[in-house]
């Protein structure tokens, strides 16, 4: 891959050079030139000036243009962000692009590779402004970097709502819409605010779980997941359960035996879309579940599973992971 990033970077100098060359022969035969025209009055209007912005990140501090026009988004969380900030972009992965920013397939945006594999070629002929990227891309940051301004706007979900923020003011600061990008973090915060003032009067405990291939796994305070709880307000089932990407192996009978009262299923199948996988609704309609409050108080919600799953930390994909909360609540 590096080789052909060497060929065409060689390719793109041979160019530049054969269009100067053009550019000093251009005006007449050779041993003419063109006489000096009067500009006076171009002459004494100046360019309007370009501001940069120096963005430090966890990888690195980059400077680039403030308001660049041709953003790469690798991230879905970020790319809702700029959706609701009515941002455009250039190009994305489409591999697996969440159904609710389905404009994004339109083939007027580019298809640069895919979250993990991204092709850098195609970045490359593109010749972006600015690429953001987040952690599935972490370890490709230095040749995100040797093509364009890259940074890396990671979300930690055990810590959302200050990861969210630092992201959103990251953006503010590249695009220089701060009171466009503040309105926004205010509604969601007010929203959350609401959400935990409620969440926190009733008292109630929650599990949140993830069902995949037939397999649930839990995710506690620690977790990806973490805001049901800490920004949420709902007091974790079990105080117990390791902070781990891809959750604890949990058995129905561990859900029977710590009878959470409310319990927040997410569908990874349903994201994956293998036809042979059964839904995480068909797989919870058993006789042990019946058996817990939740069930039997209605408080099992399956959230949308490419709002919390594929585009986290997004504007308006956290407004509906509020609204699914509120809605849940009796």
Not at 221 to 229: H, K, T, W
Not at 236 to 252: C, L, M, Q, R, Y
Not at 302 to 313: F, K, M, N, R
Request: net charge negative.
């Amino acid at each position: 891959m590096k080789l052909k990033k060497i060929g065409l970077l060689l390719s793109v100098a041979a160019i530049a050079l054969a269009a100067a060359a053009c550019g000093n022969n251009a005006g007449g035969d050779a041993g003419t030139s063109t006489p000096p025209q009067n500009n006076t009055q171009e002459e004494t209007q100046k360019p309007e000036e370009i501001k940069a912005v120096t963005i430090k990140h966890e990888l690195d501090e980059t400077t680039l243009n403030v308001g660049p026009e041709k953003v790469m988004v690798f991230d879905y969380g970020v790319l809702d962000a700029l959706d609701a900030l009515e941002i455009d972009v250039i190009g994305l992965p489409k591999s697996n692009i969440p159904e609710y920013l389905n404009k994004y397939s339109d083939e007027k945006y580019a298809d640069v590779g895919t979250l993990f594999e991204p092709n850098f070629e195609k970045i490359f002929e593109m010749k972006p402004d600015l690429i953001i990227i987040s952690a599935r891309q972490k370890d490709l940051y230095e040749e995100f970097k040797a093509i364009a301004p890259t940074v890396y706007v990671p979300l930690m979900g055990n810590d959302y709502m200050s990861s969210f923020k630092s992201n959103m003011s990251i953006l503010a600061q590249i695009f220089g819409i701060e009171d466009k990008v503040d309105e926004k973090v205010s509604e969601i915060e007010t929203a959350i605010k609401d959400l935990n003032g409620k969440v926190t009067a009733s008292g109630k405990n929650a599990l949140f779980i993830m069902a995949n291939e037939g397999n649930l796994s839990a995710y506690g305070q620690d977790s990806r997941f973490g805001m049901l709880y800490d920004d949420f307000g709902f007091i974790p089932v079990d105080e117990n359960i390791d902070a781990s990407t891809h959750g604890n192996k949990i058995s129905f009978e561990y859900i029977v035996e710590k009878n959470p009262d409310y319990i927040f299923v997410l569908d990874r199948g349903a994201v994956a879309k293998t036809s042979d996988n059964m839904s995480a609704e068909k797989l919870l309609d058993n006789d042990l579940m019946k058996t817990t409050s939740a069930y039997q108080n209605g408080n099992i919600t399956y959230v949308d599973p490419h709002v919390w799953y594929v585009a986290t930390g997004g504007i308006n994909g956290t407004l509906t992971m509020v609204n699914e909360v509120e809605g849940s609540i009796k």
